[in-house]
């Protein structure tokens, strides 16, 4: 019941920013802030202790050389040892964009590629949706086609087959972001709803209800 209390106290102090930035909410902030980096802390020391330390010692010695290099990131605590800083930080920042972009090209341009290439044209639901996706992903692909200009048939006439599939992709898109929106909307109500199940559980549970 004292933890509940504590979550529920927690929950409306946080919310009561919805009315104005006040101290409890900076109090909660704060509390969070510091929760967070303190499990950090102790994560980062147990996996140290428990897996680098021992593989450092027994099977891997040249361990010691990321350790000495994270230990350098705090030297940007101190003026005269900034410059020391740099050198681990590009180092992280360039193995972690590059595992990132590879990870971005196999799973958002290579699988994508791949699954959109599989056409299969069977009278089955399957087989017009695989059609379906291959025409909406051209034609969102034609939409940023600039090098050519969209020029109607005949003055006066029906616009071109290019300006028709540029539109067919504009209402893809519009329909991509729309449903991307509405996916990340419910998402969040959806936490929002739990939590105010959660404050209302416990206030029933106060009064007997």
């Known amino acids: 019941m ?13 919310w009561s ?4 930035d006040n101290i409890l909410f900076r109090f909660v902030q704060s509390t969070y802030i510091g929760l ?20 450092m010692t027994s099977t891997n010695p040249l361990l010691i050389l990321p350790l000495l290099a994270g230990l350098l990131l705090f030297a940007r605590l101190k003026r005269e040892t900034l410059w020391l800083n740099k050198y681990p930080l590009a180092l992280l920042i360039g193995a972690g964009l590059a595992l990132q972009i590879r990870g971005m090209l196999k799973a958002e341009l290579i699988d994508q590629l791949i699954s959109t ?32 200009r969209d020029q ?24 991509a ?21 959660t404050v209302i559980t416990f206030f029933l549970k106060m009064f007997g209800l």
């Not at 303190?38 to 994560?43: A, E, K, P, R, S």
């Not at 972001?177 to 199940?197: E, K, P, Q, T, W």
């Open 36 to 55: 967070g980096v303190g499990h950090g802390m102790v994560m980062v020391l147990k996996y140290l202790r428990e897996n680098t330390l021992p593989a």
């Open 117 to 148: 290439m599989k056409i299969k044209p069977t009278a089955t639901l399957e087989g017009f949706n695989s059609v379906l996706i291959l025409i909406f992903v051209i034609s969102a692909l034609f939409y940023f086609f600039f090098t050519i």
């Open 2 to 14: 004292i933890g509940e209390a504590v979550t529920v106290l927690f929950i409306l102090m946080a």
């Open 152 to 175: 109607p048939v005949a003055a006066g006439g029906p616009a071109s087959l290019l300006g028709a599939v540029r539109k067919l992709g504009q209402y893809v898109l519009m329909g």
């Open 17 to 20: 920013y919805l009315i104005k």
């Open 177 to 197: 972001f729309g449903a991307g929106f509405a996916a990340s909307f419910l998402g969040r109500f959806a936490v929002f709803i739990d939590v105010l199940n």
